[in-house]
């Protein structure tokens, strides 16, 4: 065997270990007691957008007579080539995301539109800090409100743990609860031969090696060919993502909560329409839908997939056809748990009066009353806990009704 062969060798059973590793983490975790009052075995993956996502291009209100203008070259068109996708007779989604329109219909996926935390700035790093620690505003806090709703579930027999997905764990995660965390790993790209060659002699040496490394060398490729695969960017690394996030969370013992974030929606310049560098992010995440469903089968029908971003964009598009830092967006649900089917929306309108700060979607729903809602309705979280542990200070804003089905 040459260098070459051992160092993919090396790599190829590294990438193994650390699956194998983080998967078995699970046993010496403290167990949680089935967490949802319908007494199921609810599963909750929480997916962060981090750049700032712009809603207005996602769920576009094209029933609005402002959008158009305000939207400019980068609107999306009810009618023609890569026409949005009808959801009711306001609202359209971006053409690039036919799965999430597909469970729209089958009612498991609902929108929330006119949403934003209460950080009104527009840094990426505050708005970032302030919808990962769940306080108003931001600081130097060292753990998240998913870590925190951790704490609260109710101990027993049923592992409730929680996947970080990443190279390092997301702040949304930190905290005193124990978590694991795992991160995709890309196995180097072998030659044709090379390849041939190893898959031989582990199928007479180590047959069930053999099919791990022919699945983790098609996988690669696949990603490969859509995209790249740095941390938490690009299409295929959104794919190759929720496909093992889906597969950790569909074994009996593993989690039941999981929290990623995928980089790359700061779209100030050349954002596109229908088609573009938009369309390609929104693409990626519309298959992340698909490999949920897939990968959980039976338990999709209890898991609640929430998709959250630190602030939308600009209802203007600017001089290079892309939309700067703004305020409202939309967060994004599906899973067979929502009782989805619909936009959620006290719409404010487009016009130039209604705009925050002139300038931006103006949010009518604090984004922590969805989140209150799905994590009182799907996990059993009491309102005192969500008020005083997990989004403290924040008796004011009520748990959204109505998003668990």
């Known amino acids: 065997m040459d260098c070459r062969e051992n160092r993919l060798l090396v790599s190829t059973r590294r990438s193994l270990l650390i699956g194998g590793a983080s998967f078995a983490a699970w046993a010496y975790l403290p167990k949680f007691a089935r967490a949802s009052t319908s007494g199921g075995d609810p599963r909750l ?189 690009g299409v295929g690394y959104m794919r190759v993502a929720a496909r093992g996030v889906a597969k950790l969370m569909a074994a009996d013992d593993g989690p039941r909560i999981a929290a990623l974030a ?8 050349n954002e596109g329409g229908p088609v573009g560098r938009l369309a390609l992010l929104l693409g990626g995440l ?27 964009r600009t209802a203007r598009i600017n001089g290079t056809d892309g939309t700067d830092h703004g305020t409202g967006t939309v967060a994004l649900l599906a899973g067979g748990a929502i009782a989805g089917g619909r936009v959620v929306a006290d719409w404010p309108g487009l016009k130039e009066a209604s705009l925050h700060e002139g300038r931006d979607l103006k949010p009518t729903t604090d984004l922590r009353a969805v989140l209150k809602g799905v994590m009182k309705d799907h996990l059993g979280l009491s309102d005192s806990a969500l008020v005083t542990s997990v989004f403290p200070d924040s008796g004011a804003i009520k748990p959204m009704q109505g998003l668990v089905g």
């Open 45 to 233: 993956i929480v997916v962060i957008l981090r750049g700032a996502l712009d809603g207005l291009a996602t769920v576009a209100p094209i029933g609005d007579p402002d959008y158009a203008k305000l939207h400019g070259s980068i609107a999306l068109l009810p009618t023609g080539a890569n026409a949005a996708l009808p959801l009711d007779s306001f609202f359209s989604l971006h053409p690039a995301m036919p799965n999430f329109a597909r469970l729209y219909r089958e009612k498991n996926a609902a929108v929330v539109h006119a949403t934003a935390t209460g950080y009104r700035e527009r840094s990426h790093f505050d708005g970032q800090d302030v919808l990962e620690s769940g306080y108003a505003g931001p600081g130097r806090v060292q753990s998240g409100w998913l870590n925190r709703a951790l704490e609260q579930l109710p101990r027993g027999e049923r592992v409730a743990g929680a996947l970080a997905v990443g190279p390092t764990a997301p702040l949304i995660l930190r905290g005193a609860a124990p978590t694991v965390g795992w991160a995709p790993v890309a196995v180097p790209q072998a030659a044709e031969d090379t390849a041939s060659r190893l898959l031989d002699l582990y199928a007479r040496r180590d047959p069930v090696l053999a099919k791990a490394l022919t699945q983790g060398l098609q996988l690669d490729r696949t990603a490969a060919r859509e995209d790249n695969m740095r941390p938490g960017r």
């Open 262 to 269: 995928f980089d790359g929606w700061d779209t100030h310049a």
């Open 286 to 312: 519309d298959n992340a839908f698909a490999e949920f469903e897939q990968g959980l089968g039976a338990y999709w029908g209890n898991t609640a997939v929430v998709v959250v971003t630190e602030f939308g």
